[in-house]
C-alpha cells in the first residue's frame, strides 16, 4: 500500500454493456485499419501561464519557490494522435471553441490528403458536435468520420497521455516569463516528441 492523491473522476452514466460494446467497436476500427485509411485519437489542452505546482528535486530542509506572473493567461490546442506513426498533428487558439476543432479537421485533411477516409476518435465534449462541426464534415471534411468515446472515458483516449506529458515535462514548475515563451517550449517539446516516435518507426520498419 502507498498513500497518494487520489484523481477525482465521474462516473460514465451508460450501461456498462453499452460502454464495453463502443469500445470494442473503437477497438477493432484501430485494429483492422485499412492501408489507405487513417485514424487519429483527438483531445483538446489548456496551457496556462501560471504554472502546474506540482513534485520537484529540492535539497533536504528547503522548499522550492515557483514564481508565478499572478495573472493568469491562456492558450488552447487540438491535437490529433495518429494510431500508426504516433506522430502529433495540432493546431492553437486563444479560445477554445468549435473553430479550434475545425482548424484541426482542416489540418487534417491537408495532412491525409491521399486517405480515403480519415477517422477521428475523440470525447463528447460539446464543440466537436455543433453545427459549425456539422456544416464541416458535410463540406470541406467530408471523408473525416468521428468515433465519439462513451462519455468520461479519458483513460481509452491515447492522446490523454501525450498532454499529461506536457504538463509534467513543460509547464509545471514552469518558469517562463510570458505566454510566448511558453508556448516555443510546448511546441519544442512535442516537435521533439514527433521526431522520437518518427525515429522509433523508422527503426522499427529497418528491423
Not at 115 to 134: C, E, F, P, Q, T
Not at 151 to 156: K, L, Q, S, T
Given at each position: 500500500a502507498r498513500r497518494g492523491k487520489p484523481r477525482p473522476r465521474v462516473q460514465c452514466p451508460w450501461h456498462p454493456a453499452a460502454k464495453t460494446r463502443r469500445l470494442n467497436q473503437i477497438a477493432h476500427l484501430v485494429a483492422s485499419l485499412p492501408r489507405n485509411e487513417v485514424a487519429v485519437y483527438e483531445d483538446e489542452v489548456d496551457i496556462h501561464l501560471n504554472p502546474k505546482i506540482g513534485l520537484d528535486w529540492m535539497g533536504l530542509g528547503q522548499q522550492k519557490d515557483v514564481m508565478t506572473p499572478g495573472q493568469n493567461e491562456k492558450r488552447y490546442m487540438a491535437g490529433a494522435l495518429d494510431v500508426r506513426t504516433k506522430q502529433l498533428?495540432?493546431?492553437?487558439?486563444?479560445?477554445?471553441?468549435?473553430?479550434?476543432?475545425?482548424?484541426?479537421?482542416?489540418?487534417?485533411?491537408?495532412?491525409?490528403?491521399?486517405?480515403?477516409?480519415?477517422?477521428?476518435?475523440?470525447?463528447?465534449?460539446?464543440?466537436?458536435?455543433?453545427?459549425?462541426?456539422?456544416?464541416?464534415?458535410?463540406?470541406?471534411?467530408?471523408?473525416?468520420?468521428?468515433?465519439?468515446?462513451?462519455?468520461?472515458?479519458?483513460?481509452?483516449?491515447?492522446?490523454?497521455?501525450?498532454?499529461?506529458?506536457?504538463?509534467?515535462?513543460?509547464?509545471?514548475?514552469?518558469?517562463?516569463?510570458?505566454?510566448?515563451?511558453?508556448?516555443?517550449?510546448?511546441?519544442?517539446?512535442?516537435?521533439?516528441?514527433?521526431?522520437?516516435?518518427?525515429?522509433?518507426?523508422?527503426?522499427?520498419s529497418a528491423a
Open positions: 498533428h495540432w493546431v492553437e487558439a486563444e479560445k477554445k471553441n468549435a473553430w479550434l476543432f475545425m482548424d484541426l479537421l482542416k489540418l487534417l485533411t491537408k495532412v491525409y490528403a491521399r486517405a480515403r477516409v480519415i477517422h477521428v476518435i475523440l470525447d463528447n465534449y460539446k464543440i466537436h458536435s455543433s453545427n459549425v462541426i456539422g456544416i464541416a464534415l458535410a463540406h470541406f471534411a467530408r471523408r473525416v468520420r468521428l468515433h465519439f468515446l462513451p462519455p468520461y472515458c479519458p483513460d481509452y483516449n491515447r492522446i490523454e497521455r501525450v498532454w499529461q506529458d506536457v504538463h509534467a515535462n513543460v509547464t509545471r514548475n514552469h518558469k517562463c516569463p510570458g505566454m510566448m515563451e511558453l508556448m516555443c517550449e510546448v511546441r519544442y517539446y512535442l516537435q521533439k516528441r514527433n521526431r522520437r516516435a518518427f525515429d522509433g518507426m523508422s527503426q522499427n
